[in-house]
């Protein structure tokens, strides 16, 4: 088993409080080394849970990022458009994904097929006031919804959004780290290892990011090429 520095100078120092012992009659050998490696284990146990835990938390502002990015018009049939979409039936609000599929018709098209006839009305109404300024057109359990061009200035107001959006997910993604790091401080962890430790987090920290950064301008080139 891989033991960070402050194990080892930890563990060799529980030995020689054994040997000390040993002389004077002390204690059981097997005893205290299972009560060692217990100790070692515990730690790095806490350090992979911490570490693990802000990927996790740093792949889901990721993804929020992509979501809310991918919902900004680009002027083409983008099915990312209606992602966020809620559908109001029987008191209670569906995401359009619940309740019917969205596919590319043509490079100015969506195609909303609804999977059930009665929700087609529901779904319309959803479309229309979802804020996108979209006039979508029943067609049995279908609904045809045309994406209207957009302007120069539009596209303008649009590469800005996302350029916000970006730079909210990079605030959540710098307070997990922090948050990270403040509960590593609290493990009391060997000076060394805990510079490994704040390393091992930047590192992840500026991939998180960039991952961000680079979908970011991925999405800015297709709002300006619209």
């Given at each position: 088993m ?6 080892k ?19 059981s ?25 802000m ?34 039936a ?33 779904v ?5 006031e ?26 303008q ?22 948050n ?30 960039k ?12 709002i300006?090429k619209?």
């Open positions: 891989l033991m960070w520095a402050g194990q100078r930890w563990m060799a120092k529980g030995k020689n409080s054994k040997a000390n012992k040993k002389d004077k009659g002390g204690s050998k097997g005893s205290d080394r299972d009560g060692d490696e217990e100790e070692a284990v515990d730690f790095t146990a806490k350090i992979q849970a911490l570490t693990n835990d990927k996790d938390k740093m792949g889901d502002s990721v993804k929020h990022f992509l979501s809310e990015a991918g919902q900004l018009k680009t002027g083409r049939a983008d099915p990312g458009i209606l992602e966020g979409i809620k559908v109001k029987n008191d209670a609000e569906l995401s359009l994904q619940h309740v019917a599929q969205v596919t590319t018709l043509d490079p100015r098209t969506l195609n909303v097929n609804v999977f059930d006839p009665d929700m087609v009305k529901l319309d109404k959803a479309i229309r979802s804020g996108l300024d979209l006039n979508p057109q029943p067609v049995g359990n279908n609904i045809k919804v045309p994406i209207p061009k957009t302007t120069t200035e539009q596209r107001k649009y590469s800005k959004m996302a350029g916000g959006l970006a730079e909210n997910a990079k605030v959540a993604i710098r307070r997990v780290r922090q990270c790091l403040d509960k590593l401080k609290k493990l009391d962890l060997p000076k060394d290892d805990m510079k490994r430790q704040e390393k091992e987090v930047q590192t992840l920290t500026e991939k998180a990011i991952e961000v950064e680079d979908n970011l301008k991925k999405r800015q080139d297709d300006m619209a």
